[in-house]
């Protein structure tokens, strides 16, 4: 049986690059698990704090992203849906493993590198042995609370965006390092593996460059789950595309286009082949491709929005489900930790 696992950040409402880059396959993981398969799917708060938030906001986006959840079809009933918060076995355990991990390690991690690259105002592969000043431990050991997130419950798949491999990699090192340093009957821990979707990453709609994100400043950058149509018409009507007749796929020459066929594609037509969807534009222009692609986005997020609506304001209900979802998720991290503190000697 597989021990899925899975998190999101409460940052905000999730968007089409969250969405489709992730927690669709969320959705049809825990539709076509076998019943021996286990879920679990976490907001982590504790990473959200590696940048500055604001503690009203903060509070409001968790309830957020729990409606989020539930109103794209997760079932608490089959899934353990939890605020990574309110399990401590995870800071436990991040604790232990950051006192395993290489330093160098976490210095070559590209989120890392990147902020340090934006901190400094410089380019990422200059931005790897220069003073850390002005960035703090936390986002430096994410990788690290990361590893512990999914470890805790020594989950095998992982599915999360392409953004995320990088991260992945470096929790199967801190496994296997724990596994060697560590050693029981047996090994403690799974080498956990990365369960992509066919839609991996979705970038910006006004900077074609970089990954769609909650965080960035321009709102009209991202579509989010909870957009109404008008919005959702308008954000496609003003991406950045080229001034290249016709429509072809080309990531590399027309990212602005291309990444309009790859949402197309994974919405419209459950994750057509993207050459496909391009195929059907064959002497169109991107008035045509906005058209379809905003009835695309539109039909795609009509149910969620509206379960959002109501689930938002059943806020006792939210609760519930957080603290149901939490008492399953410590009694099942909680059989981890007794093994972990007994091999590295603090039972
Ligand atoms: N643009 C994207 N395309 C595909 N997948 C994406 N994911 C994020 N952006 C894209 C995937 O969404 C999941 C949840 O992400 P997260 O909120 O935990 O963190 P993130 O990757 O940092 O997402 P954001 O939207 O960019 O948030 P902020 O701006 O707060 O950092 C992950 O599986 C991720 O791969």
């Not at 993207?274 to 539109?298: C, F, I, P, S, W």
Request: charged share 25%; aromatic share 6%.
């Amino acid at each position: 049986p597989r021990v899925i696992f899975s998190g999101i950040q409460p940052t905000g409402i999730p968007h089409l690059g969250n969405y489709l880059g992730a927690l669709s396959n969320w959705v049809k993981l825990q539709n076509t698990a076998s019943p021996s398969d286990e879920l679990l799917f976490s907001i982590v708060g504790w990473h959200a704090l590696t940048l500055p938030q604001d503690p009203q906001k903060l509070r409001e986006a968790r309830m957020d992203i729990l409606a989020v959840l539930l109103a794209i079809g997760i079932d608490p009933d089959r899934a353990v849906v939890f605020h990574q918060d309110h399990n401590p076995n995870h800071t436990e355990l991040a604790w232990i493993f950051n006192c395993i991990t290489p330093m160098g390690k976490l210095r070559r991690m590209t989120t890392w590198k990147s902020r340090l690259a934006t901190s400094r105002n410089m380019g990422e592969e200059d931005a790897v042995d220069v003073d850390d000043g002005g960035l703090n431990l936390g986002l430096f050991a994410y990788p690290v609370l990361q590893a512990a997130d999914i470890l805790a419950y020594r989950a095998t798949h992982v599915p999360v965006g392409d953004d995320q491999t990088q991260h992945l990699e470096l929790c199967r090192v801190i496994a296997d390092q724990f596994n060697r340093n560590f050693k029981g009957m047996e090994k403690l821990f799974p080498l956990p593996i990365q369960l992509n979707t066919p839609s991996k990453r979705i970038l910006s709609l006004r900077d074609p460059t970089s990954k769609m994100s909650k965080s960035a400043p321009d709102t009209s950058s991202r579509i989010l789950l909870t957009d109404p149509p008008s919005t959702i018409a308008n954000k496609i009507r003003s991406a950045v595309t080229d001034s290249i007749p016709g429509i072809t796929y080309d990531p590399v020459n027309r990212p602005g286009t291309a990444n309009l066929l790859t949402i197309l594609a994974a919405c419209n037509y459950d994750n057509e082949d993207v050459q496909e969807t391009a195929g059907r534009y064959v002497g169109k222009n991107h008035g045509a491709l906005k058209k379809d692609l905003t009835e695309a986005v539109v039909e795609l997020l009509k149910r969620p929005r509206e379960k959002f609506e109501k689930l938002r304001t059943e806020t006792g209900y939210l609760e519930q489900i957080a603290q149901a979802g939490a008492e399953k998720a410590r009694s099942r991290s909680e059989a981890t930790m007794v093994e972990v503190r007994k091999r590295v000697g603090l039972a």
